[in-house]
C-alpha cells in the first residue's frame, strides 16, 4: 500500500475493531486531533483503501439460529475464478468464497436455515457444471469472529 505511514496503518487496524469510532477517540489513539483523523480517513477513503464501512449482525439475533459448512471445492479441469464466481454467485447460501492453494480449486462457506436446506445447498453445487466432488465441514462452534 503505496503512501501509507504508521499513522494510517494503525488508524486501519482500530478501524477493523471498531468502525463506529469517533473522530476523537481515534485521534487520542494515535496522537492527532479529531480533525486530522477525519482528513486522513477521508483521503484512504477517496484512494479506495478504505473501501466502506459495515456492520457484523448476529446471525442468531437475525434470524432461527442456521447450520454453517466450510465446502471445498473440486472442478474438473481448469475452471477461470470469474467462471467459479458466476457459478457460486447463483447459490444464495453462499456466504462468501475465494480459489486457494492446495488440492480444491474453491473454499466456501455456507449458511443455511437448517441441515436440509445445507444438503440441497451442497447438491446444486455438485450439480454444476465443471465440479467433480465436495468436501465439507460442518461448523459446531464459532470461536473467533471479527
Do not use: K
Amino acid at each position: 500500500m503505496d503512501g501509507i505511514d504508521a499513522i494510517d496503518r494503525r488508524l486501519l487496524d482500530l478501524l477493523r475493531v471498531d468502525g463506529r469510532a469517533g473522530w476523537a477517540e481515534l485521534g487520542e489513539r494515535v496522537g492527532l486531533s479529531a480533525s486530522a483523523v477525519r482528513r486522513r480517513v477521508d483521503r484512504l477513503t477517496a484512494r479506495g483503501v478504505v473501501r466502506g464501512f459495515t456492520v457484523q449482525v448476529d446471525p442468531d439475533a437475525e434470524r432461527a439460529p442456521g447450520v454453517e459448512a466450510y465446502v471445498e471445492l473440486f472442478c474438473r479441469g481448469t475452471v477461470a475464478p470469474a467462471e467459479l464466481q458466476r457459478m457460486l454467485s447463483a447459490v444464495p447460501e453462499v456466504v462468501t468464497a475465494g480459489t486457494v492453494t492446495g488440492e480444491a480449486d474453491a473454499l466456501v462457506l455456507l449458511r443455511s436455515r437448517d441441515v436440509r436446506s445445507l444438503e440441497d445447498a451442497l447438491e446444486r453445487l455438485r450439480l454444476a457444471a465443471n465440479v467433480d466432488h465436495t468436501r465439507s465441514a460442518v461448523v459446531l462452534t464459532w470461536l473467533v469472529t471479527r
